[in-house]
């Protein structure tokens, strides 16, 4: 019930026409007062998936929803440990090589064309990822 208030009194705070429904950018503000960072993506697929009326807006259960489906914020020290661990060099980015060994680990079978594409979506022109790209990359596809 505490979690419940918690997300009311967050939800009447960024619904400052007091309509009873939240905007897109209320949604994004509302969410990261709460601790999560979702990207613009993220935010579009919600409301396709969420807004049942097609207004553009989220009332208060179509937000409990969107919560509810948000992981638990992570305060960095998760996404640094799992960026260390995958950064097997210690070079402070996620290569190709290292990209090329997660998916041996994990038995998905990538052709080397296809890894190269995706180190380029992940980490940009020089096939690196950051660790801002890693956590960018990881906020945006936790659903």
Same mark, same amino acid.
Not at 27 to 42: C, E, F, I, R, T
């Given at each position: 019930m505490e979690e419940l208030q918690k997300y009311k009194a967050v /939800? $009447? @705070? /960024? $619904?400052t026409s007091g309509d009873k429904k939240i905007g !897109?950018? +209320? %949604? !994004? &503000?509302?969410?990261? @007062?709460?601790?999560?960072?979702?990207? $613009? $993506?993220?935010i579009d697929m919600a409301f396709e998936e969420l807004d049942k009326d097609q207004s553009g807006f989220l009332n208060f259960p179509e937000f409990m929803e969107f919560c509810q489906m948000q992981p638990p914020p992570d305060n960095g020290a998760g996404f640094r440990q799992g960026f260390q661990e995958l950064d097997t060099d210690g070079s402070g980015y996620i290569g190709v090589d290292e990209l090329r060994e997660i998916f041996k680990r994990t038995g998905a079978k990538i052709s080397e064309p296809m890894l190269q594409k995706v180190a &380029?979506? %992940?980490?940009? +022109?020089d096939g690196r990822i950051s660790f801002e790209e890693f956590v960018s990359m990881m906020q945006s596809h936790q659903e």
């Open positions: /939800f $009447d @705070q /960024f $619904d !897109k950018d +209320e %949604l !994004k &503000a509302a969410m990261a @007062q709460m601790g999560h960072h979702p990207s $613009d $993506d993220v &380029a979506k %992940l980490g940009g +022109e």
